[in-house]
């Protein structure tokens, strides 16, 4: 039974504060320049005990490299393992450049294997390292963009690469399955004809990192639609799969993929569904009053809630018109920039980077929600501030990619402007820098630093990768990891 605007407002009444979360200790929210709800007393003061009782916050300052490339915290060391130019695949040729999304599976004596997103948009021919085109590995010969999986030995001292898919565009995010694979998304809309494509992009791709044959003649995952895919999750008890759009004019939305009647996951069996299998929905959220919300950035207050309702999409593979576009105004909820998305907790996670003139509430540099789909509720966890000195070290904001911390929390990647960070989000309102990236790509008096990107922590939990999209460095990042005051 849907989560009606009737039924919700009815259960916010009975129910009062179990459903109007905002001030309570359990919320996310981030510092300087955080959004925070008034906090009741009681609860501030059960926070600032628990802050008094668990150790510091964080692991210090952060560290300046002398090579320029990662400012760490004392004791904290990194090691790269792929860098476009300098590190080469099995085949011999180069790492492909501008590292995106990115998910660790366990592999053999110790071993861990990243499957590891390139996003390369447009033409083959524009970039100078694209995804080799592997045999029997290629989607579309003429789009550069694609996986690659990298195995680390127990010790970091060795380090193999090879192709998981090729020929695909604008591989961003995408997300880990409960059955070891990797969905990797395109976040592009470009059909067969422009860019020298030779087949229309804008879809899902399963790969497999243990089993090299089953990544063989890449098939498409229509039934999750064509559109500007950025992170894909998926609900392992229900089935569900939810999916994010990163789009604007108008913003994008959140999408949930319903299976068919009877389909159970397992590996290699999304790439055999029609295309039309199972249901493609929209969100639709509406507040405590049962009042409709046209856009995520309504909300200015860490702990709201939102009920949830679901919309079909009417044409998923967007034939002549985007799926975003095939709504009026009323029927579903936009949001800037949904990016990042992780499940954790029993739901899921979801980024919004920022708000700003193309959306039409509140400007915020950051949001993360937390969608529950037991209470079908979406609850803003983090809300970030406009950022007024992006080039001075110290706030945080635009964040993208995002994992739960073994640790406690939530580990963020920043793809704001001027100065790029790893940063810790605490439940208690606090948040702290774990990674400053040095790498600059400008000059010295222009100085650039690219966004990090594929921020997850090896299955044992004792190594954090991390990304610097350009040019394409992949990092691990180990340290005495320690589990946070909450």
């Known amino acids: 039974?849907?989560?009606?605007?009737?039924?919700?407002?009815?259960?916010?009444?009975?129910?009062?504060?179990?459903?109007?979360?905002?001030?309570?200790?359990?919320?996310?929210?981030?510092?300087?320049?955080?959004?925070?709800?008034?906090?009741?007393?009681?609860?501030?003061?059960?926070?600032?005990?628990?802050?008094?009782?668990?150790?510091?916050?964080?692991?210090?300052?952060?560290?300046?490299?002398?090579?320029?490339?990662?400012?760490?915290?004392?004791?904290?060391?990194?090691?790269?393992?792929?860098?476009?130019?300098?590190?080469?695949?099995?085949?011999?040729?180069?790492?492909?450049?501008?590292?995106?999304?990115?998910?660790?599976f366990e592999g053999l004596r110790g071993a861990t294997l990243l499957a590891n997103n390139h996003e390369l948009a447009g033409a083959r021919a524009d970039w100078?390292?694209?995804?080799?085109?592997?045999?029997?590995?290629?989607?579309?010969?003429?789009?550069?963009?694609?996986?690659?999986?990298?195995?680390?030995a127990r010790h970091g001292d060795h380090v193999a690469e090879w192709v998981g898919v090729a020929g695909t565009a604008t591989n961003c995010a995408g997300g880990r399955t409960p059955w070891d694979t990797w969905l990797t998304c395109e976040e592009t809309e470009d059909k067969a004809g422009s860019k020298g494509f030779t087949k229309n992009h804008g879809y899902v791709f399963e790969v497999d990192p243990y089993d090299r044959k089953a990544n063989l003649d890449p098939k498409p995952i229509k039934a999750l639609g064509r559109y500007a895919h950025e992170a894909v999750v998926v609900?392992?008890?229900?089935?569900?799969?939810?999916?994010?759009?990163?789009?604007?004019?108008?913003?994008?939305?959140?999408?949930?993929?319903?299976?068919?009647?009877?389909?159970?996951h397992g590996r290699a069996k999304l790439r055999t569904l029609a295309d039309d299998a199972g249901v493609l929905q929209a969100f639709k959220c509406f507040d405590s009053g049962g009042q409709f919300v046209d856009d995520l950035s309504r909300a200015t207050k860490i702990g709201t809630v939102y009920g949830v309702d679901w919309v079909d999409v009417p044409d998923r593979d967007a034939k002549s018109v985007s799926t975003r576009k095939q709504f009026a105004a009323g029927e579903i909820t936009r949001a800037r920039k949904l990016e990042g998305m992780w499940w954790g907790d029993g739901g899921a996670y979801i980024v919004s980077s920022y708000a700003r003139a193309e959306s039409p509430g509140t400007a915020h540099d950051g949001a993360v929600w937390f969608y529950d789909p037991k209470r079908r509720t979406l609850t803003l966890k983090v809300l970030l501030g406009v950022n007024p000195a992006p080039s001075v070290d110290g706030a945080f904001d635009g964040p993208d990619n995002i994992t739960v911390s073994p640790y406690g929390g939530l580990v963020i990647a920043e793809d704001g402007e001027g100065i790029q960070h790893l940063f810790g989000a605490l439940g208690?309102?606090?948040?702290?820098?774990?990674?400053?990236?040095?790498?600059?790509?400008?000059?010295a008096d222009a100085p650039v630093y690219s966004e990090f990107t594929g921020v997850t922590f090896s299955p044992d939990g004792k190594t954090l990768f991390a990304n610097i999209q350009e040019p394409g460095i992949m990092l691990a990042i180990t340290g005495p990891w320690r589990r946070q005051p909450c």
């Open 235 to 264: 609900d392992p008890q229900r089935g569900h799969l939810y999916l994010t759009e990163d789009a604007s004019g108008p913003n994008g939305l959140l999408y949930r993929w319903t299976p068919p009647a009877g389909f159970k």
């Open 1 to 104: 039974m849907p989560l009606t605007r009737r039924n919700f407002a009815k259960r916010s009444a009975i129910t009062g504060a179990g459903i109007a979360l905002a001030g309570t200790v359990d919320v996310l929210a981030t510092a300087p320049g955080a959004l925070a709800a008034d906090a009741p007393a009681a609860a501030s003061a059960g926070a600032a005990d628990t802050a008094r009782h668990s150790g510091a916050l964080g692991y210090g300052e952060l560290v300046a490299d002398p090579d320029g490339v990662l400012a760490l915290p004392k004791g904290f060391a990194y090691r790269i393992i792929t860098r476009t130019g300098v590190t080469t695949l099995e085949s011999g040729e180069s790492t492909p450049s501008n590292h995106d999304g990115t998910a660790t």
């Open 428 to 443: 208690d309102g606090r948040t702290y820098p774990i990674a400053r990236n040095e790498f600059n790509i400008g000059t």
């Open 128 to 152: 100078p390292h694209p995804v080799p085109l592997a045999e029997g590995l290629v989607y579309d010969p003429g789009a550069a963009g694609g996986v690659t999986v990298v195995e680390v």
